[in-house]
């Protein structure tokens, strides 16, 4: 006996037989049985189902003749037991269509994750298969739409595991048959829509291929306000570049830069690093370089094998510059790294642990297994590495630093070895790929002098190659005589570095004297890189002149133009020129540095308000700096991204430059995107300097503001004495100063501070403060939210009453207020009031509302905690697969996301329904 509820319901008997049932309500009775297989269902709730509100006196005697009608059915009088107050149908797993098809898609996804697509296909076709419409089709209810809503997941799921397996298997048509399928009835889901971006391209149809992509930015933006994501571009990118070849793997995370245009000799090493990561590589390769030095080409060298040997790592190859050695600022954070390397590889920024080690573990999780490349470019030492390794032998890691790192060769089998300067032959080669043969074999006597002077580094080679050929028709002759009078005779030849600041300081002779300066003012400019606008500001000049002297000093290699249009220097380039800067008058500097940090507080500013346009602005210091043009959010987002970097660092210049009100100003303009992408630690970092700067203000409006915004800060971070500590200074000056809002917010941040450490009465009586506040002011979204806060705590503290009291009260506001994060959150506290009174099927309903809103708006920190909420209501009725489901959810995101003591929460409550976790 086989039962089909994935569709409208049917039974099928032993001979194959297929009995549709044609009445309604013996129909919506079965699937309603089956729904909750081998469990009770009340006649209740099945006198609820076949007749709604008001069913006749005579239902439950007409449930007891449809439950005898389907026994006959069945022709299996045991098959349905019970009677008078409930029903159970036993159904075994392979009676069901259901179970089928959920048995279906994990064997095929586990034959998948064991390298067999070919068994893969055949259970995912199989599961596919089994689907003939809407499950359960008729019924209504949270509970049902829970199933689907599941179900739904799993098919969507099932389907793009085929794709991924008929790809391996290249059957690329079916392939993306399959995908094309899913993307019509899927649109917004991106993942489906690069996975026939990937079919199609590999079939030579790279054209469709670029359509899709184009599609998904119109559907994208027109209804949902968004642009495509990181892997979506990524791999419209690698399209557009010819991509991987058709039959190839699917495209994975390519962070490398590009290789070096010329590149000579290191045979032996080249060699050497075969030898070390081959043969399935398994352990990690060190390049060092001589005392530290820079310049001898140890990354040029690590990205021309990487981008040799990109095939041996079909699923990703990561790139970070570690900045050990940088003249800019102190060496990257190894937390700072693993962010950006779980932003790659697709974690949300609201699921990033806050904890460094937690980030480590989630990096080594994602590349187990991976044939994933990691070059961690110009380490500062070994402890800065080691929290980047992967944790298994399937990944291949190549670093490059000036130090030699005998913790790595010590602790993990590293291939220790060092680079020399270039031979003079392989110097003369890299010269006629710079220069063309032609014009080498010309002077051979010039060119020998040349590569005597430049002592074999690369970087001085190409600085001196860049100059020439900027010069076409220059004897190079005459280059050597200019570099002579340079002084090069009284450099101390033992030491070949000490050949390139003279070839840097003769390079800049030739430069105009407005291209020199901009030089110069590069080096101290915020930053790892800059682009046009920022540079413009920094030399206030006219673009256009700016774009021209700095394409004057690319062509002499003294700055590298990135594929993504920024500007960046060779770090000992960049320090070079800010050696330079200091021989500028000291009020040249000084405003340069303002201007350019005034562009980026403004275009910061420009941003975050449109992030959050209900924000009240700021009143910005005057200046003439002229702010990035942003038209939307994305371009907001995008900006922010790209320039997250530099605004830490602006924030720093201008605390070295005491400009005190932009420092804080800038931590203002900064926190709603620390908040929407999850970076908490930057979210403290820069409010506590933020605060620093304003104990210097006069300004006590500032002071409290900082450190309302540092308490909210920490409270995040559950840092409850810190977040306490400066919340109660903030309310402090915002009464002294009778401000009104300032008061409003700051209990508003209390109550939920107090709230998370389960201080039931200080929590409520912050948050009747604030609501209070808020009426007053008239704010009606605020108003709304306050309502919701009160109605939240007080049913924390066991007043259940006056809880649904407020809330409804506030979702009763939110029907013409578009704020969905404050709808989602009454929502939840609705459905925990629902289920601590035992009305658990609401509870439900309510959980799954809140849900909806907390995962279209992608707050998935919020989702998690509406996915421990509704555990608690399943796990009463005795849903307990549906309890655990949820709960486990929130735990991944609890447990990325290093909030132990959530966690440990939630592994409380598996453990009580007998879990593994």
């Not at 605020?782 to 309502?787: D, E, F, K, N, V």
Request: hydrophobic share 45%; with cysteine.
């Amino acid at each position: 006996m086989l039962f089909e509820v994935l569709g409208s319901a049917h039974v099928v008997r032993p001979d194959g037989a297929r009995t549709p049932l044609a009445a309604r309500k013996p129909r919506l009775l079965l699937s309603l049985l089956l729904l909750h297989a081998n469990e009770p269902v009340r006649t209740a709730r099945i006198v609820d189902e076949l007749w709604g509100a008001t069913p006749p006196r005579s239902a439950p005697g007409n449930v007891k003749t449809y439950v005898s009608d389907l026994r006959r059915l069945v022709a299996d009088p045991g098959r349905i037991v019970g009677g008078r107050s409930e029903y159970t149908i036993r159904v075994n797993r392979d009676e069901l269509d259901v179970f089928g098809f959920e048995d279906a898609v994990s064997r095929g996804a586990g034959a998948l994750a064991d390298g067999e697509p070919a068994d893969a296909a055949r259970h995912l076709a199989a599961a596919l298969a089994l689907w003939r419409g809407e499950p359960f089709a008729g019924l209504d209810g949270p509970d049902v739409d829970a199933v689907r809503a599941r179900l739904g997941e799993r098919r969507l799921t099932a389907r793009a595991h085929l794709v991924r397996a008929l790809l391996a298997l290249e059957r690329h048509d079916e392939a993306a048959a399959v995908a094309r399928e899913a993307v019509v009835e899927h649109p917004f889901r991106e993942d489906l829509r690069a996975l026939l971006m990937t079919a199609l391209h590999r079939m030579g149809r790279s054209a469709e291929a670029l359509e899709v992509y184009a599609d998904a930015r119109r559907v994208l933006d027109r209804e949902l306000g968004l642009s495509p994501g990181a892997e979506l571009r990524r791999l419209h990118a690698a399209v557009l570049d010819r991509g991987p070849r058709a039959g190839g793997r699917e495209v994975g995370v390519a962070q490398l830069p590009a290789a070096p245009p010329v590149f000579v000799g290191r045979g032996p090493e080249l060699g050497a690093l075969d030898a070390a990561l081959g043969g399935g590589v398994r352990k990690a390769a060190v390049i060092s370089a001589v005392a530290g030095a820079g310049g001898i080409g140890k990354t040029s060298l690590a990205l021309l094998w990487a981008h040799r040997h990109r095939d041996r790592f079909p699923d990703g190859q990561l790139y970070v510059d570690l900045r050990g050695f940088s003249p800019d600022g102190p060496p990257l954070e190894p937390a700072a790294v693993l962010r950006g390397f779980l932003g790659a590889l697709g974690v949300e920024p609201t699921r990033m642990p806050v904890d460094q080690h937690a980030r480590t573990a989630l990096l080594r999780s994602l590349l187990a297994g991976r044939r994933a490349l990691l070059v961690l470019d110009n380490a500062a030492d070994a402890a800065q590495v080691v929290p980047l390794l992967p944790g298994d032998d399937s990944c291949a890691v190549v670093i490059t630093s000036r130090a030699r790192l005998p913790g790595l060769v010590a602790g993990f089998g590293a291939r220790q070895f060092v680079l020399g300067p270039l031979t003079g032959a392989e110097s003369r080669h890299l010269l006629v790929g710079r220069l063309g043969r032609a014009q080498v074999d010309a002077e051979p006597a010039a060119v020998v002098e040349l590569v005597r002077l430049c002592g074999g580094f690369p970087l001085a080679l190409t600085v001196i190659a860049g100059h020439a050929h900027a010069q076409p028709g220059l004897p190079l002759a005459s280059l050597v005589d200019q570099l002579h009078d340079s002084a090069f005779d009284v450099l101390d030849e033992r030491d070949p570095m000490a050949s390139l600041p003279a070839v840097l300081s003769w390079s800049r002779r030739a430069l105009t004297v407005e291209q020199d300066e901009l030089f110069s003012l590069l080096g101290t400019a915020p930053g790892p890189d800059t682009d046009l606008l920022a540079a413009t500001a920094l030399a206030g000049l006219p673009r256009s002149r700016v774009r021209s002297a700095l394409r004057a000093l690319e062509q002499v290699s003294l700055v590298e133009r990135t594929p993504t249009g920024r500007y960046r220097m060779h770090d000992l380039i960049r320090r070079y020129a800010a050696d330079a800067a200091d021989r500028l008058p000291n009020s040249d500097r000084r405003e340069a540095l303002r201007r350019v940090v005034d562009f980026h507080l403004r275009t910061a500013h420009a941003a975050d308000r449109l992030l959050h346009p209900h924000r009240p602005p700021l009143r910005l210091p005057p200046s003439c700096a002229q702010p990035h043009p942003l038209p939307d959010e994305a371009a907001a987002l995008a900006w922010f991204d790209a320039e997250h970097a530099c605004l830490l660092a602006a924030q720093h210049t201008a605390a070295t430059e005491q400009r005190h009100h932009v420092v804080w100003q800038l931590a203002w303009c900064l926190d709603t995107f620390h908040h929407r992408r999850g970076l908490l630690q930057d979210q403290v970092l820069t409010w506590s300097a933020g605060l620093a700067a304003a104990e210097h203000l006069d300004d006590t409006a500032v002071r409290a503001r900082a450190h309302r915004s540092l308490g909210r800060a920490h409270s995040a971070l559950r840092r409850h004495d810190l977040a306490v500590a400066h919340l109660d200074r903030a309310l402090a000056a915002a009464e002294a100063l009778d401000d009104r809002p300032g008061r409003a917010h700051t209990h508003f941040a209390l109550a939920n501070a107090r709230d998370l450490w389960e201080e039931h009465e200080p929590a409520l009586h912050h948050a009747h403060r604030c609501l209070d506040l808020y009426r007053e002011l008239g704010n009606t979204v605020w108003t709304a939210r306050a309502l919701n806060l009160v109605g939240w705590c007080a049913a924390r503290a066991g007043d259940h009453a006056t809880a649904r009291e407020h809330c409804r009260a506030a979702l009763a506001l939110y029907e013409n207020q578009d704020d969905p994060d404050g709808r989602a959150a009454t929502l939840d506290s609705l459905g925990y009031i629902a289920h601590r009174v035992g009305r658990h099927h609401e509870s439900v309903e309510r959980y799954q509302q809140a849900l909806a809103l907390r995962h279209r708006i992608g707050d998935t920190f919020q989702e998690a905690q509406s996915l421990e909420g509704v555990g608690h209501p399943h796990a009463a009725l005795g849903r307990h697969d549906r309890a655990r489901a949820a709960w486990r959810a929130a735990l991944r995101v609890y447990r990325d996301s290093g909030l132990t003591e959530d966690a440990a929460r939630v592994r409380r409550w598996l453990d009580g329904l007998g879990c593994r976790t």
